[in-house]
């Protein structure tokens, strides 16, 4: 079974998110997209982002009506900082009846030279590329592991949405109904 893997802080989760693992869905060949928590990185300290477990509380609320999504907490347990190299490897061996892929955007795709061990990645694990706006081409965009998957541009950000809660402004439509909830019962991102 193939399985794309959407990694991110997800503070919060919103419907790029689940717009982008959708399409990853529908349009390439994966049975199921997993999405992976990442933890806060010990040497990045950020006020706004919340607590690994609040943050996996919310995709898990997110997709709780989809059943070929599910929600990854594999890097809570793993040494800090975590690399994707690490996450794949372990993931691979824990599941070896699973082909992972990892999902990315574009704009991650210029950068990924610079990842640890990015052509262990490429020699093991494919790449599905969503486009990202006003990303530069990658060289690796013609690589034999790298696909683009054709899908709408978005440009929501977690940013914003953050900031639109701390201004007191909706988030209706940005987040699932049942994040917004979750945000506006727990008083997230007021501060």
């Avoid at 809570?76 to 994707?84: A, G, I, L, W």
């Avoid at 909830?181 to 007021?190: R, S």
């Amino acid at each position: 079974m193939k399985v794309g893997l959407l990694f991110g802080s997800f503070n919060p989760i919103h419907i790029g998110h689940l717009i982008i693992a959708n399409i990853m869905l529908t349009h390439a060949d994966l049975k199921e997209v997993w999405f992976v928590v990442s933890p806060q990185n010990p040497l990045k300290k950020n006020k706004s982002l919340l607590h690994e477990f609040d943050r996996y509380d919310m995709v898990q609320r997110a997709v709780a009506d989809n059943y070929n999504f599910k929600v990854s907490d594999v890097e809570f347990q793993m040494p800090r900082p975590s690399y994707t190299i690490d996450t794949l490897t372990y993931l691979q061996e824990k599941h070896p009846d699973k082909e992972f892929a990892l999902i990315i955007g574009e704009d991650n795709l210029t950068q990924f030279t610079n990842w640890k061990n990015y052509d262990k990645i490429l020699e093991y694990f494919s790449l599905y590329v969503y486009p990202r706006p006003y990303t530069e081409v990658s060289p690796l965009k013609n690589h034999n592991k790298v696909k683009l998957i054709d899908a709408p541009l978005l440009d929501i950000s977690a940013t914003y949405i953050r900031d639109c809660v701390r201004s007191h402004k909706s988030i209706k439509y940005l987040v699932p109904e049942a994040v917004e909830n979750m945000i506006t019962e727990k008083g997230f991102y007021l501060q």
